[in-house]
T-cell receptor, first 111, second 114 residues
Framework: GENVEQHPSTLSVQEGDSAVIKCTYS??????FPWYKQELGKRPQLIID?????GEKKDQRIAVTLNKTAKHFSLHITETQPEDSAVYFC??????????FGGGTRLMVKP | DVKVTQSSRYLVKRTGEKVFLECVQD?????MFWYRQDPGLGLRLIYF???????EKGDIPEGYSVSREKKERFSLILESASTNQTSMYLC?????????????FGPGTRLTVT
């Protein structure tokens, strides 16, 4: 089955710096890769996603890149702000509409 | 706005008890999911349902069962709760087809088994 690994597990950055979170997946048939953000005490919410026919997608300060050959994808957050502090999860779609999630990255943005 | 609700935010049960966790979505979504969330392990899929009365095992189905008698409602059942089932349980739903795979999550139920 699909296996998704996510690194790092914790990331601390200074406000205004960039943050990068990386994920690798095992199933070459996966074709959809979302990123979810979970603020403390709240439910996970989709922040950006990418399909396998696209190499990069951007939405304001966040971007996701996908390398299908290497089977890895990354989340990039520029000009980080304190409200970016949260746990971020990557995921890869497998058969049906199921997702396999990575272990999560706790991002802390220090003011 | 999609709304996914769960029956309880916090639940404390004793070992051996039968536990029911309920999830309701109001967007007529075909797909519903149950996950458990543990630190460092991300979200692990317990069961998935793609239609009324239809279900598929996820990655960690042992010790759990599910029921989907109506499209909007998906229940997770712990037949005989054990301490290793202490966790945060999240329900999610998504529409069918290939237009959108986005999953909408409920607020979660923190279950403690003593």
């Amino acid at each position: 089955g699909e296996n998704v690994e996510q690194h790092p597990s914790t990331l601390s950055v200074q406000e205004g710096d960039s943050a990068v979170i990386k994920c690798t997946y095992s199933d070459s048939a996966s074709n959809y890769f979302p990123w979810y953000k979970q603020e403390l005490g709240k439910r996970p919410q989709l922040i950006i996603d990418i399909r396998s026919n696209v190499g990069e997608k951007k939405d304001q300060r966040i971007a996701v890149t996908l390398n299908k050959t290497a089977k890895h994808f990354s989340l990039h957050i520029t000009e980080t702000q304190p409200e970016d502090s949260a746990v971020y999860f990557c995921a890869a779609k497998r058969a049906g509409n199921m997702l396999t999630f990575g272990g999560g990255t706790r991002l802390m943005v220090k003011p | 706005d999609v709304k996914v609700t769960q029956s309880s935010r916090y639940l404390v049960k004793r070992t051996g008890e039968k536990v029911f966790l309920e999830c309701v979505q109001d967007m007529d979504h075909e797909n519903m999911f149950w996950y458990r969330q543990d630190p460092g392990l991300g979200l692990r899929l317990i069961y998935f349902s793609y239609d009324v009365k239809m279900k598929e095992k996820g990655d960690i189905p042992e010790g759990y069962s599910v029921s989907r008698e109506k499209k909007e409602r998906f229940s997770l059942i712990l037949e005989s709760a054990s301490t290793n089932q202490t966790s945060m349980y999240l329900c999610a739903s998504s529409s069918g087809g290939r237009v959108s795979y986005e999953q909408y999550f409920g607020p979660g139920t923190r279950l403690t088994v003593t």
